[in-house]
């Protein structure tokens, strides 16, 4: 019934039965056999469900419905008229605190809603909370910050408008209280130090420590993605992810080569906090998302950098787009044998999608059980980055935010793709890495007939041979000289770029 009404049509009774017996003998059979439960036992709910030959609907006004309408409005016009009034009926997550045995389908489904209902409040509540605290109108903002920092504990833009908040109405008391909470949770379970101009507020001096990157939510085509910027100089980096990874994958990557340069991470869709629709996966999908966001954000000749799947996606918008030039994390580009064989040494992680555990402590520990162990500031990285990758679910329990079947679509077109083609097109300077350490299975995720490949395909590319590292240590514990080529491989495309 939760389906039903929050779907807000009629569904297809193949659908419903689809996801909701997908293993019964008969899945159609068993959907009416609880239809007609359902109307003896709920008798009043079921005056409400049009049952015809071929779909169902449960025609019922929801909150969820209301709030799924209004929210896009508030984020794109915030002094919209009822605009608190709309933020008022996101109570809670998604019905919170339900524990239910179901399908991984119906599950599946479950967790998409209710992160997309998250998604639209956090937009339309930061929306809101700028525009009212501009104008004075802090009250307005209180309870829905409250209720933001309370869904989204690690959304830090809401903890810090919270203060403002409660510091423009003079309640020193609720913003100290405020900025306590926000305070611990940035430094216990994330890693970093509060921004200076709060840290000065209540602390009397702000820490030097690295502080949190600035995180926004852009709406490019017909989805938001979901952006991480490590603030630094021009040209900016564009750092695209592998397959199951996220923006906060590169955390380790990004804080050192931002020291130098602006570093941009972007969730793909189906990914991390960005939007996860039915169906749009594929490789052409990808590049027309990040062209989009490089014009969203205004992001001037960029360098691309893809890790792993992220790194054919790189190539493909490189070949597109003017950028300064492209640097390729063991890239999945080669002939089909090679992407094919990626796909499949790197299956294991995608098999793990959707299935849940217990706690982020528990995440850790089993994580940690299958990789080396890293230097300590690539450890606390990583931790910081376990907290972003797992979304809460309504039952108590957590899931890694990726989708199975967004990974497994991205695969099979970039499988499908002429990789070394489109790498040849790529008129500026490209930079190769390749890690020397085995990954999975004993076996490193690249060979040197792969690095020779690309480098046929792109013979003026430079390589970069990562010699204490695996796959994964790349982008989560980077060593230093690969760092430093990176470094001077934009430098000296910037210059080359801008004619110098």
């Known amino acids: ?42 008798p009043t709910l079921a005056q409400h469900l049009r049952a015809t030959r071929g779909g169902l609907w449960l025609r ?21 008229p009822g605009a608190a009034r709309a933020l008022a009926l996101y109570r809670d997550d998604l019905v919170s605190g339900l524990a239910l045995s179901s399908t991984a389908e119906f599950d599946n489904w479950l967790y998409v809603t209710q992160e997309a209902l998250r998604r639209r409040f956090r937009q339309a509540t930061l929306a809101f909370a700028g525009w009212a605290l501009q104008r004075g109108r802090a009250r307005a903002t209180v309870e829905p910050l409250a209720r933001l920092v309370t869904v989204d504990p690690y959304c830090e833009d809401a903890h810090v408008r919270l203060v403002e908040a409660y510091d423009a109405l003079g309640e020193r008391e609720h913003a100290r209280a405020a900025y306590d909470r926000y305070q611990r949770i940035v430094r216990r379970e994330l890693a970093a130090e509060p921004r200076p101009a709060l ?39 564009l750092a695209i992810h592998g397959s199951a990874q996220m923006a906060h994958s590169f955390g380790a990557l990004a ?13 793909l869709r189906g990914h991390g906090f960005s939007d996860k629709p039915p169906s749009g996966y594929d490789l052409e999908r990808h590049v ?55 796909a499949a040494q790197a299956a294991p ?46 039952d108590g329990t957590y899931r890694e935010r990726a989708l199975r079947t967004a990974v497994e679509a991205e695969w099979a ?10 790498l040849a097109k790529v008129s500026g300077p490209i930079l190769i890495v390749q890690a020397l350490k085995p ?32 796959h994964a240590m790349l982008i989560r514990d980077p060593e230093p000289a690969m760092v430093a080529a990176i470094t001077r491989f934009v430098r000296r495309s910037w210059r080359i770029l801008r004619g110098r």
């Open 255 to 267: 804080e050192r080569l931002a020291r130098a340069h602006r570093f941009v991470g972007l969730d």
């Open 413 to 422: 077109s970039i499988i499908a793709a002429d990789s070394l083609g489109t």
């Open 199 to 237: 840290a000065a507020r209540f602390e009397g001096a702000p820490s030097r420590r690295a502080t949190l990157p600035d995180e926004s939510l852009v709406p490019v085509t017909d989805v938001t993605l979901h952006v991480v910027d490590w603030p630094g100089d021009e040209p900016a980096i």
């Open 288 to 342: 027309d998302d990040v062209c989009g966001l490089i014009d969203a954000m205004r992001l001037r000749n960029p360098v691309m950098l893809g890790h792993s799947a992220g790194g054919a996606i790189a190539a493909f918008v490189a070949a597109r787009r003017n950028v300064t030039g492209l640097v390729l994390l063991e890239a999945m580009i080669g002939d089909r044998a090679f992407t094919e064989n990626a």
């Open 439 to 470: 990954w999975i299975d004993g076996r490193p995720y690249f060979t040197r007939a792969i690095v020779d490949a690309q480098l046929r395909a792109a013979p003026s590319a430079e390589l970069f041979v990562a010699e204490a590292s695996d």
């Open 1 to 42: 019934m939760t389906y039903l009404a929050i779907t807000g049509r009629e569904v297809p009774r193949r659908e419903v039965a689809r996801l909701l017996f997908p293993e019964a003998e008969g899945p159609l059979a068993a959907l009416r056999w609880h239809v007609a439960h359902m109307r003896s036992a709920a």
């Open 60 to 80: 019922i006004p929801t909150d969820v419905a209301r709030f799924s309408a209004s929210a896009p409005v508030v984020s794109r016009r915030p002094g919209t």
């Open 349 to 394: 992680l995608a098999s793990r999608l959707g299935l849940t555990v217990a706690g982020f402590d528990a995440y850790l520990a089993e994580w940690r059980m299958r990789r080396p162990r890293y230097t300590d500031e690539a450890e606390r990285l990583a931790e910081r980055w376990v907290r972003f990758a797992l979304a809460p679910l309504p």
